[in-house]
């Protein structure tokens, strides 16, 4: 999953942006225009979108509420729009945060830094079973590295965030994998079964990646 999305019809603008943001480590992709950017966010996820308003065909309203019908992921609004109006309009359609154009680059990457800090913060995760460095993407089992692909190491760490709250199908899936699609209950179910046989003593009779029927999935310590 890459951590930020920006969607910026000025491809100058997004490339420097682009650059800021990787100097600080995060993974960026950049798009141009709403429907591209729905696309990517639907088949590969993002950790905050940054969204500027003014886009060619739909404007960065509309993709704000239909990222919000189907994901929570934070998105930050930037844009050259300084009504209170406009403003009121991107947080009530779910936003996060809205930040006017021109901006001071070290503001932008100061909410965006809290944002990761609040969303994210818990980079170490150790309950005596189960030890996970999201920093370093590595996840270990009674001190034997597990070895996890890139979603399985997502859900893993989506779910132990959560311990001992129930997740839905539906959220699991739109916060790993993005939108919501038809082959989403296989998809999160054979994701769940490879997590069980890398972590449960029997993966026949889960203890940790406990079945909540009919909702979902909750981890348990």
């Keep these: ?14 490339g420097l942006l682009r650059d800021f943001l990787e100097a600080e480590d995060y993974s960026v992709m950049c798009c141009t225009d709403g429907e591209s950017a729905l696309r990517f966010f639907r088949d590969h996820g993002a950790r905050l979108v940054i969204l500027d308003v ?6 960065g309203f509309g993709v704000c509420r239909r990222i919000r019908e189907n994901a929570d992921t934070p998105i930050l609004i930037v844009s050259a729009k300084t009504e209170k109006d406009d403003k009121l309009s991107g947080l009530m359609l779910g936003a996060d945060d809205y930040i006017e154009k021109p901006y001071d680059i ?32 590595k996840a270990f089992r009674n001190d034997r590295l597990l070895e996890l692909n890139q979603k399985e190491f997502d859900l893993l760490c989506l779910m132990t965030e959560n311990s001992g709250k129930t997740l839905s199908k539906k959220e699991l899936f739109n916060r790993i994998w ?36 009919g909702v979902g999935y909750r981890y348990e310590r």
Aim: aromatic share 8%.
């Design 106 to 137: 070290d503001i932008l990457l100061a909410k965006v830094k809290g944002i990761f800090q609040r969303r994210y913060h818990q980079q170490l995760f150790n309950d005596g079973f189960l030890k996970i460095d999201k920093s370093k993407r």
């Design 54 to 59: 003014m886009l060619p065909g739909m404007d």
């Design 178 to 213: 993005g939108f919501d699609s038809v082959s989403e209950p296989q998809t999160l179910t054979v994701h769940i079964k490879w997590l069980r046989q890398k972590i449960e003593e029997d993966p026949q009779k889960p203890v940790h990646i406990v079945t909540v029927w």
């Design 1 to 14: 999953m890459t951590d930020i999305l920006v969607v910026e019809d000025n491809r100058e603008m997004a």
